[in-house]
């Protein structure tokens, strides 16, 4: 809760999301997964960047079936794949074995990476509370399937009816959001709309010399303790 105010956001189900993510998750009291919106492709929906090799970002994530700009995200399937998965565990292995929570963190990564789920929403969910609750996140997470099965609005009338099934008027974007709302337009739907911006300070030691930032919030669970972590979910503003 913010200054007394109950906020919400709507976001789509990421694949072990930047720390934004985790920020905008932690700032509202509930947290609208965006399961039927459409999917789409190359997006951090089935993966997203982890510090590999030349100590540059590398793609890192799960295989999706019947993936389609056509189909919904709870349309959509997990390619349920054992060895991949546990490739991926030795990938993890490779670049973090050295870095001070890899124990830790692989306590929490390994059994999702290693799930069976075949429902790519059910798979993303499991997998956000499962982090969120490592990192003290207490948030509510909710389906955007519970307001209405399908959309044939554009997304602000989404937003709007949302916050109204709901009956909460302070919706929290990210900055992303700026390009396609304006707040006044909101205002007149009776939704008081805020843009989250992580600060740009948020630094910990990697392997690297050069902080690389916005990467899966895997390299931070490995780097740096639950505490420290936690920390850096208050280091955000709104504009």
Avoid at 21 to 35: E, G, N, S
Avoid at 101 to 123: F, G, Q, S
Wanted: charge should be neutral.
């Amino acid at each position: 809760m913010i200054d007394g105010k109950k906020h919400i956001a709507l976001w789509q189900p990421y694949f072990f999301p930047y720390i934004g993510y985790w920020q905008i998750i932690h700032a509202v009291d509930l947290f609208v997964v965006a399961d039927n919106a459409h999917f789409i492709q190359n997006s951090r929906i089935y993966h997203n960047h982890i510090l590999g090799q030349g100590e540059q970002p590398q793609y890192f994530g799960i295989e999706v079936s019947h993936a389609s700009y056509n189909r919904l995200i709870c349309e959509t399937g997990r390619v349920v794949n054992l060895k991949r998965a546990d490739k991926m565990c030795r990938v993890l292995e490779y670049y973090y074995s050295k870095a001070p929570h890899y124990h830790e963190a692989m306590e929490v990564i390994k059994p999702i990476l290693l799930d069976e789920e075949p429902d790519l929403t059910r798979y993303l969910v499991k997998q956000l509370r499962a982090v969120a609750e490592y990192l003290g996140i207490k948030t509510e997470i909710r389906l955007l399937s519970e307001v209405s099965a399908r959309w044939d609005c554009k997304a602000p009338e989404v937003i709007r009816r949302t916050c109204e099934y709901f009956g909460i008027t302070n919706y929290i974007n990210s900055i992303t959001g700026t390009k396609y709302y304006d707040k006044e337009s909101f205002r007149e739907m009776g939704i008081n709309l805020q843009f989250h911006r992580r600060n740009d300070d948020i630094r910990y030691k990697q392997r690297c010399d050069e902080f690389v930032p916005d990467l899966s919030i895997i390299d931070p669970m490995m780097y740096c303790s639950r505490d420290e972590i936690h920390g850096m979910l208050d280091r955000y503003h709104f504009v």
